[in-house]
């Protein structure tokens, strides 16, 4: 499975950005598409998943601020960021987990920079 996200750059505090996912391969009916990001120093974190079934989740930091959505058909996921701050600077990744016989299959796109200036 491959991934590959676009999207990223710098943009204004307050500002908005989309960024978007395509995945390709031997990808499940069944999967959880996702973004996480990394800020300088920082662990990767847990932006906002989506199941192929239905449902988002967020992190307390994305909550009403950003929309993940996800079209199964096209195995895309994307992620509409508004109000951004400062704090948002970080690399973003895209991200698909699908399980085969129980086994979970991790994947990672190869990220794309977002920078807000404040």
């Known amino acids: 499975v491959q991934l590959q996200a676009s999207g990223g750059g710098l943009v204004q505090a307050g500002g908005s950005l989309r960024l978007s996912c395509a995945a390709s391969?031997?990808?499940?009916?069944?999967?959880?598409m996702g973004w996480y990001r990394q800020a300088p120093g920082k662990q990767r974190e847990l932006v906002a998943t989506?199941?192929?079934?239905?449902?988002?989740y967020y992190a307390t930091s994305a909550k009403g601020r950003f929309i993940i959505s996800r079209d199964n058909a096209k195995n895309t996921v994307s992620l509409q960021m508004n109000s951004l701050n400062a704090e948002d600077t970080a690399v973003y990744y895209c991200?698909?987990?699908?399980?085969?016989?129980?086994?979970?299959?991790?994947?990672w796109g190869q990220g794309t920079q977002v920078t807000v200036s404040s």
């Open positions: 989506a199941p192929s079934g239905g449902g988002t």
């Open positions: 391969g031997s990808i499940l009916s069944s999967n959880v």
């Open positions: 991200n698909l987990i699908q399980f085969l016989r129980a086994v979970a299959q991790n994947y």
